[in-house]
Structure formats: C-alpha cells, structure tokens
C-alpha cells in the first residue's frame, strides 16, 4: 500500500508540475497581450481578443489540478481551534467524521461533475463567448480532480488509522 500511495504522489506532483507550466503559459499569453495592445508590433493584431477567456480557463484548470496536491501535502487551509482544545482522542474522531464527510462530497461532486460533462457532449452543447469551444471541455476537469481528491481522502484515511490517535499534524493550522 505504501507503495501505490508513493505513486499517486509522484502522479499528484505530475499534476502541479504541468499546473506550473499551464501558470507559465498563461503568463507569457497575458504579457503577449498587453505588450500588442500598447506596442504596434504588427500593425493589424492590436492584442489577443481570446486572452482573457483561456486565462480564465487556465485559472480554473490551475486549480482542478493542483487541490489534490495541496490536499497531500497538508496545504489546504483549515480552521482546528476546536481540535486543539478538546481531548486528543476526541479530535482524532473529529477527524474521522471530516474525512468521512469529504470522501462523500468528492464523491458526489465527482458523479455530478461527470454527469454534467457527458450530457454536456452528448447534447453538443457550445460555449460562445470570443471563442466557440464545445462546454464539456471546461467540465471535464471537475470530476477528475474530485475523483483524485476522493482517492487522496482514502489515502489520508489510512495515515489517520496507522498514526497517533490525536488530530493531524500535516495540516496548516490556525491555532
């Protein structure tokens, strides 16, 4: 098991890494942008119309792909002023109970996620804005990333089990 849970890291880390590149991409596309708005470079392109749009696509792409990474590495942002003042056992519980009510919510955000973007292909559905993409693309990425913070929940599950019954450490706290 330790195994498998060093490879769904490296794929995770994968994943930020090619978030990185998608950041890198986008930053390029944007000063490209401004510098062809402000400079005549070529006389007829005046800027990138379709910047705006794919950089929000980016953004929500840069996020899909690096939560389950985050999730891994503790770096999700928690509020545990509770956990720090009730008996240690008690918040190991309480931990438990989060994890069981996040497996689920991934788990329902995944199938919903998925049942959004197949009606969406099946229906041909557009999205028409500057550019004319088919809508599943911008779908797509949301049942994956809960699929993989689902199978990150499980995985937090069992350190949780094999630890120190007392609240997680690998967390950014406020307390």
């Not at 769904?8 to 590149?21: D, E, M, P, T, V």
């Not at 996040?102 to 998925?114: I, T």
């Amino acid at each position: 098991m330790e195994r498998l849970s060093d490879l769904y890291g490296r794929l995770l880390a994968g994943l930020a890494l090619l978030a990185c590149l998608v950041l890198f991409v986008m930053m390029v596309m944007i000063c490209a942008d401004v510098l062809l708005r402000n400079v005549a470079i070529l006389p007829s392109l005046r800027g990138l119309a379709w910047s705006n749009e794919i950089s929000e696509s980016m953004l929500y792409l840069i996020t899909m792909l690096t939560a389950p990474w985050l999730l891994r590495r503790g770096q999700h942002i928690r509020v545990d002023i509770l956990l720090v003042v009730i008996p240690k056992q008690a918040a190991w519980y309480c931990e438990w109970v989060a994890d069981v009510f996040a497996l689920v919510c991934c788990a329902a955000m995944a199938r919903y996620g998925w049942d959004a973007a197949v009606a969406s292909f099946r229906a041909g559905s557009m999205s028409i804005k500057t550019l004319i993409t088919p809508e599943w693309w911008s779908l797509a990425p949301l049942p994956v990333a809960f699929a993989l913070l689902g199978i990150e929940v499980l995985f937090r599950m069992r350190r949780l089990y094999l630890g120190e019954r007392a609240p997680r450490s690998d967390a950014v706290s406020t307390g």
